[in-house]
């Protein structure tokens, strides 16, 4: 079956370290994008790629980092300098065009910082 | 640029009960109009989406949406809830012919009563 899978679901570091969340697609989509989800936030923009080797800071890219060696791969970096890491994370994907195409989901990465 | 504001953060209701989730947008422009959901700790998937044509849209799980230019809404509703409908309901909307990312309204926590 075709999605996106990240990994892991629950994750604790502590204060200072950096951390990477992992999202991998079989959805052979173009676009790969990294959401944070604060309690009555919605859904804010971290990064997004439209292609391999490429990729843009969203709203609030601060404190993060990414990389898109492959297709399939989106993983993303949570550095010490990000002041409040604590939050669900969200990587979806999407067709690369103009057209009316959804976004498709992850399950989320819930990372804790003590 | 184009914006969405969902008018109730939580709705409550009883099961059996109608509901409606309100969204409005704004854009001077022709946009795709998109609701998703969120079961607890789990990614967004599509409920259903509104490209052109017809404005009653009908989703997934029994919902359906009415796009309305001149009020610039997308509101969704469902004629009888059930238990399992409890989850974050996510408007979104992008530019059509535009930028392929779209924003996300903050959401409404739909809590069904027994």
């Known amino acids: 079956d075709g999605g996106i899978t990240q990994s892991p679901k629950y994750l604790f570091r502590k204060e200072g370290q950096n951390v990477t969340l992992s999202c991998e697609q079989n959805?052979?989509?173009?676009?790969m994008y990294w959401y944070r989800q604060d309690p009555g936030q919605g859904l804010r923009l971290i990064y997004y790629?439209?292609?391999?080797?490429?990729?843009q800071k969203g709203d609030i890219a601060e404190g993060y980092s990414v990389s898109r060696e492959k297709k399939e791969s989106f993983p993303l970096t949570v550095t010490s300098a990000q002041k409040n890491p604590t939050a669900f994370y969200l990587c979806?994907?999407?067709?690369?065009?103009?057209?009316?195409?959804?976004?498709?989901f992850g399950p989320g990465t819930r990372l804790t910082v003590l | 640029a184009q914006s969405v504001t969902q008018l109730d953060s939580q709705v409550p209701v009883f099961e059996e009960a109608p509901v409606e989730l309100r969204c409005n947008y704004s854009s001077s422009v022709s946009v795709y109009l998109f609701w998703y959901v969120q079961y607890p700790n789990q990614g967004l998937q599509l409920l259903l989406k509104?490209?052109?044509?017809?404005?009653l849209v009908k989703g997934i799980n029994g919902f359906e949406a009415e796009f309305n230019k001149s009020q610039t809404s997308f509101h969704l509703r469902k004629p009888s809830v059930h238990i399992s409908d409890t989850a974050e309901y996510f408007c979104a909307v992008r530019l059509s012919g535009g930028s392929y990312i779209p924003t996300f309204g903050r959401g409404t926590s739909l809590i069904v009563h027994p």
């Open positions: 790629s439209q292609i391999v080797n490429d990729f």
């Open positions: 509104y490209l052109s044509g017809s404005t």
């Open positions: 959805l052979n989509h173009d676009a």
């Open positions: 979806a994907s999407s067709i690369r065009d103009r057209g009316g195409n959804e976004q498709f």
